[in-house]
């Protein structure tokens, strides 16, 4: 094998994000024949034990300042897992110091961060990717096929779910760097940005751009103990998110999103009906997709349950044979990939910050429309 | 056994809901042990077919005008199968000529009509029952037991879906016998009244009244050839309908009925998900209930899928032995069951016209809500 | 409607298969367009309530004595629905009698018993038929019509359940009117004649003759109280039957009944795999088929999902619309409009006691490979 | 954190297994809290890119021959992946030379040459262990934590399925590297050591001890083309392999294994029944365990979906969060923390040698009963 090409990588927090990137940067490189070797560069975190997450991953250096990871001569990727509040003030700097970029979503708080983060990467002319991990799970790539070859014809509606359920006890505190999450001032929003944005993204890959949202969201539990003043405190996130939208193709759809859906831990899920078939994907069962084809013969018509493992399924012919399944982390080893293959060849992987910031368009009008009760279209 | 007091039946349509009412009283009596019994005493129809169905079911005798069998001395009670634009006019003159009265849903072309009915039963002081037939399916009722022991806590979100795919092809005509419920001169409207309303009826009785709505609704086929003039005319009924809801309880929902959705013949759907546990029901597996329980131990916790064929499940102790399934039909029976023992016990079966009222209110603030764009609170 | 032909039911016994033949004459008779009226003319049984009986399903007349019943001459069907012992000899005595029968299975105690009551019904030329009422579940004829069309292909494997868990308490006693099954002398063994039968029907009839069988039969609870004795006996009965089998095509497969099988109450189960495709069924689930064909296209191959209520599929066009489902006891209804429709045509409905005399053959050789430990050749 | 001990690993073999193995070595350290880290010191193998293998990976050295393996001094672990010829050569030689060993299943060509191999790591004293790595799924650790906390009660049933269908094509050849699992010189045997062998595994370690079986075994393709002659050959392993077993817990099993079974590429299942619960596993949904528990309240009794992805769940605290799922290669990292870990605490990880021997002996005693036709107890 001829030597690689090294792409040093900074990875600026190792949270549970920094975790799921970095072990992908090492098993894009076991598993995919790629042109570009990713180096565990530096780590940079301000907690106690960032040196022991370096050590157990094996990055070579250590920072605890992210203005010095992005001015390091020799980064030359910075992978941003931080909390929301920090992506554009990081990406930004990042793209000014000419790093090429990979972003934790959603892209930022809101949609004017988000511009700027666009216009940053687009004035330095550099790489830059949003990191919703989701459309390489194979069996959503696979759908994204069947819909791009004409399969399911016009497209009538389409139903988009992520439900979770860990917040529900009003004993969890909020804030801290544990749950930065439940913190409207780290997170921007609650579910529309941290789980909404991915049914949204996944949509407008799917089914195209969506003409405007009508939205509910409710917070259930208005007051929790905050990590950080130890106090009782207002919750000021969105606990769920549920909006009626309708597409540019005329098609139309619902969504809801909520951390307060009892029996479901992580239920992604999308269904798409379209004039000659219908396919619907569950996070809970990665490795299947269900396909409806009208055109199959009458007496054995009925929803194909698609174990996507074979090897003509996306991804699947760099795993294992036939019949056997991957996980979770295994959408950011394609996330890699994707974005190294893109490097190499000049184009560049999906959702750029530009792609991104369709998705942060909606979550924004998503989260008027819940304050104003109107319909927004998005501009 | 004791001689059984007779119950005569005079059945106005004889259509595929005549059919179903007719075979829910033979079956009735033979299944379940009932105070009253049943007699096929007429049948009304104005199609040339109606006294083959009279003899193939054995209906005593046959009338050609609704007036003349509401009209009959030797008739007890009037049940209603014929297109919703009749439902009031034939209502409102059973009940004033003291009949008890059993009418298929939605109760009326909307809630003006709707008000009257209830007025005509209440000052008749007669019986009356709508056929929201789904609510005796031995899983939707288990669904109930467990809400009403309080099993879920405090409900925070629910999903209702209806969904066909029946009249996706724009050469399908629309009116005239066959086709009436794509006809809003006959129906009222589209799927809102004959789809939704269901979804309604059942959500309503499992988690309270809808504060208010947002809807929007679609026609997408806008011109279909009428089977009375032969012409193509304009398509007046929605052939979708979504919605999302505040109900009093605070709980979020969405709603969805459509005939485009490939691969769903009849996907009548609910799932609620309440602090303690969560539950969803699927009319395509219909002896199932899918139920999650949080108290479970942990180790073991997962959705449970409840084959409802048990002799302690409800209604099914009447049928045969525990793994045996019913079907759709037998929900009539249920139903007819259900109505001879509130007769006999002076507690009205549900839903009576005034229950069924609530609904179509929800009905007309859902189609009120397409048309404006706006939030319609529930009257 | 032209008068139609009555032919007069004799029903002997008036237990559970009692039951749900008789509902299966009045609901062919609603729902299929048949050729011959059946009447309930006489049902007979020796138990205090064959008068109630009698009057809940409407028989015109009542006997207490078999022999009776099969001596009227206003009798036309002799329908057996008594224990195994009795099959013989009352299915002989009315084949003598001239009637035509139709008794439930197995066909006898064993084939020794099934060859003579062959014999009787091939002497005297009456039309004969054996209630192995799962072949007309509409997902098992589809099943059968899938083979026949050889979608297929050679067969290589198949594998046969039928799983119950109701003895599995050593306090259930056995024998008496309402657990005959329990008692050897009744029902002539366990599980082998109550549900392997119907396993070994269904395998036969979907794929052939058994060449072969190796066999392990277990009795778990060794002991139960007697209901006529009040006293502790010995079970003489197999709990549970398994076997090995190689069939005439080449084919193996495994065959297991129990009622040992905690969380399965009727659990008929069969898989088929051939070169080109597969398909499994389930009773807990009896309006689907699991179809697999590997013609299908590579990226979207996966089991089918049928949801067997269109109106092209078996018999389906008989009862509601796409979507909505049956249950177990429309395989009766099924079962004498096949029955009736064989007669109108001079093609007997299968399977005959011929055909059902080789399903007893194969529950023998089970039986006895079960004592001996040997394979055991089908003769 | 503190320096851990390195333990030096020497790979013979570098195929598919090669490829598990070292995956696992590398993850194991990532995300298990490990006393010892795995060095990849050598990898040993014939073929042309044994070197890139390497260099993927990150080998530190090659060797050519698997003695010269053996015999180098800084090699901790001999790790077999080799074809099942050479298991008995290779691990006798590296327990000889005082290597700890993990070697891929079955132990051994047959029970005698596996007899040996124990004789040799307990003579020498050296850790060792089986690649039985489907028991270290967190699905089916869970199993067994259920049942070993009694929660099945009695055993009664249980079966046992490894259907796959990538050899029904007659023009797929045998033997060479790519194909030696069908080359019976290679494999010792076809399905019953390559699949059956892990059925056997997990039954034992589930249920006890198998006391006799009766088997039946086919070749269903009698000459494929050999890839070493380049002639046709005829076909000397088994395709298919079923058997009966009763154990010596009383309770009786069906086992089935085939690479005939269209529509399964992998589908090991397994089913126990007790008297108080029952459960289930799918390779092909490899993060669920079906259960049902019986002492589950009646109304709500059904079997528990569990997906396996909780904390409290064996080995998911490792991992990401509850939702999210794992895959096939994750089995083989378990097993790897699990066998370290075993080395600190001095509690060896099953299966050991001497525990694998158990299930060689019945894949031998499988064999026999399919040659003869009799029963064959275990010795």
Redesign the interface.
Known sequence: ?AEKKKLNIGLAGYG?MGR?HT?AY?QAD?FFDLKFKPVLKAVCGRGDNVQ?FA???GFESVERDWRRLVERKDIDIVDICLPNRLHAEVAIAAANAGKMIICEKPLAMNAVQGAAMVDAVEKNKVANLVSYNYRRIPAVA?AK??IEEGRLGKI??S?H?F????T?SSDLPQGGTALWRLDANEAGSGVTGDLLAHNIDTAIWLNGPVEKV???T?T?VKERKHNLSGRMEKVSIDD?S???A?FAN?S?A?F?A?R????????FYFEL??????LSWD???????Q????E?E??????????V??G??PYMDK????????????SFVHQVADFLDGLYKGQPASPTFSEALETQKVCDAVLESGKT???VTIG
């Open positions: 094998m549970f799921t072990n090492i076991h022991d050590s157990q991953w696979l096929k069947i009538f509606h139903r779910l439900l979770q359920d860990w529900i009508s939205a509910i409710e259930f769920a549920l909006f009626l309708k005329g139309l619902t809801e909520t307060y859906a009892r029996g479901h831990k992580a239920k009906n379209g004039e000659k078939a219908s996070l809970h069962d990665l490795n299947r997709l396909f409806f084809n009208h199959d009458g007496i054995v018509r009925g929803w194909h349950s698609i174990h493992t074979d003509e399924h795993w294992w044979v036939p019949g056997l399944q991957i996980g979770y982390e295994h009760g109107r319909w």
